[in-house]
């Protein structure tokens, strides 16, 4: 398992070796020592698994009282996958990352508490699945609108993207209610 920092403090690009042959392929997604050598989380409360098609554009979705470190990846096709500082206190406030994942690179993203997610379909169909480290709370989730300007995500995408009601009356950063404190991550 190989481990690489991003620009943003804690979130990490982890990537797993994929083992083909004539068969097809085989990959390990969790390894709970080396997650912990990583200084990974090793125990997860929930997994998630949602197929969406081309252009499909899912987030800038968080939890605010009930924060959810998340550890995302592809199983087939590909996307765009965003992680968004909403540490009020942080130097990195309203910034953002973003890396290609698919079921063909072995890519991986950890996106610590703290962060909002959202992710982008590229191909015609992809499978995301992530593990989380607390419990889905819907009373507790938040939507900050994919397009807010001053968050300012550059999508690869030529036309509009694909978004569900609740993602398209997201709010902007600045009003949104983000985490006042800092988390203790990798």
Known sequence: MKVERTSLPGVL?????IYRDARGSFQETFNRREMIA???PSEWLQDNFSVSRKNVLRGIGYQVRQPQGKLVRVAFGTVFDV????????LQFGKWVGTELSGDNGRMLWIPPGFGHAFLVLSDMAGFAYKTTDYYWPADERTIVWND???GIQWPIEDEPIVSSKDAAGTTL???VVYEQQFAFN
């Open 149 to 151: 300007p001053k968050i």
């Open 174 to 176: 600045e009003d949104a």
């Open 13 to 17: 690009v982890i990537t797993s070796k």
């Open 83 to 90: 992680a968004v500082d909403l540490r009020r206190s942080s």
């Open 38 to 40: 990583a200084g990974l």
